[in-house]
C-alpha cells in the first residue's frame, strides 16, 4: 500500500487560511471516515490535531478543521498563526488486519 | 493525564538487534492498543504494528514481518519493540502510541517522546 500524496509544502501569511490535500485510494480514505491529521514540530513527536475526518481533540484549537471528498481528504488552518508552522501529516485508516494505518507524505506548513 | 515515555536513544551495529520500551500510565493500560511508528530521518511517518496489551496479539506490516517482535509487561505498564536484523535503513526516530480499543478509535491520540535507534558500524 502506498503512502498518501501530499503536497510537499504550503505557505501563508499570518491570518490567512491555508489547505492541505491528502490523495489516497478507495481502499483508504474513500473507503473509510477515518481519517486523522497530526502536527509536528521539529524535534517533537507528532500531535493529533483532527480525527474522523473532522472531529477537534479537546484543546486544538477551532482554526483547525478537516472535510473529505472522494479518495481526498484536506486540512485547512484558518487564521494562520506563526506558531502553525510546521509538518502536517494526515493518516487513514485501511483495514484491520492488512495495514492498519496509512500515513501521508507529509506537508511544510510556513508562515510568512 | 495520559503519558507514554520511551526509554532512552540506542546506538547498534549492522546485524545486531534493538529493543524499545514504551511505559504507559494515567489509563488502563490493558484497554487500548499501542502502536508503533517510525520516521526516518528528515522522512515521514511508518506503521510498524500494535499490540493489543491485554491479550498479547499482535499485527505488523508485511515490511517487518520475521524482523519485528511486540511484546508487554502488564505488570509494569509498559510495551516493548524489538526489531532484529539492524541494517542502516534502520536507523529512525521510533514511536510508541496509544489507540483506543473501539472499532472506531482510528487514530493515535498520545504519543511517546521517541527514542532515537542509530545504525551505524
Known amino acids: 500500500q502506498s503512502a498518501l500524496t501530499q503536497p510537499r509544502s504550503v505557505s501563508g501569511s499570518p491570518g490567512q487560511s491555508v489547505t492541505i490535500s491528502c490523495t489516497g485510494t478507495?481502499?483508504?480514505?474513500?473507503?473509510?471516515?477515518?481519517v486523522s491529521w497530526y502536527q509536528q514540530h521539529p524535534g517533537t513527536a507528532p500531535k493529533l490535531v483532527i480525527y474522523?475526518?473532522?472531529k477537534r481533540p479537546s484543546g486544538v484549537p477551532d482554526r483547525f478543521s478537516g472535510s473529505k471528498s472522494g479518495n481526498t481528504a484536506s486540512l485547512t488552518i484558518s487564521g494562520l498563526q506563526t506558531e502553525d508552522e510546521a509538518y502536517y501529516y494526515c493518516?487513514?485508516?485501511?483495514?484491520?488486519?492488512?495495514?492498519?494505518?496509512?500515513f501521508g507524505t507529509g506537508t511544510k506548513v510556513s508562515v510568512l | 493525564q495520559v503519558q507514554l515515555v520511551q526509554s532512552g536513544a540506542e546506538v547498534k551495529k549492522p546485524g545486531a538487534s534493538v529493543k524499545v520500551s514504551c511505559k504507559a500510565s494515567g489509563y488502563t493500560f490493558t484497554g487500548d492498543y499501542i502502536h508503533w511508528v517510525r520516521q526516518a530521518p528528515g522522512q515521514g511517518l511508518e506503521w510498524m504494528g500494535w499490540i493489543n496489551p491485554n491479550s498479547g496479539s499482535t499485527n505488523s506490516a508485511q515490511n517487518f514481518q520475521g524482523r519485528i517482535t511486540m511484546t508487554r509487561d502488564t505488570s509494569i505498564n509498559t510495551a516493548y519493540m524489538e526489531l532484529s536484523r539492524l541494517t542502516s535503513d534502520d536507523t529512525a526516530m521510533y514511536y510508541c502510541?496509544?489507540?483506543?480499543?473501539?472499532?472506531?478509535?482510528?487514530?493515535?491520540?498520545?504519543w511517546g517522546q521517541g527514542t532515537l535507534v542509530i545504525v551505524s558500524s
Open positions: 474522523d475526518v473532522n
Open positions: 478507495g481502499s483508504d480514505v474513500g473507503n473509510y471516515d477515518y
Open positions: 493518516c487513514s485508516y485501511a483495514g484491520f488486519y492488512t495495514l492498519p494505518f496509512v
Open positions: 502510541a496509544r489507540v483506543g480499543a473501539r472499532y472506531s478509535d482510528n487514530y493515535f491520540d498520545y
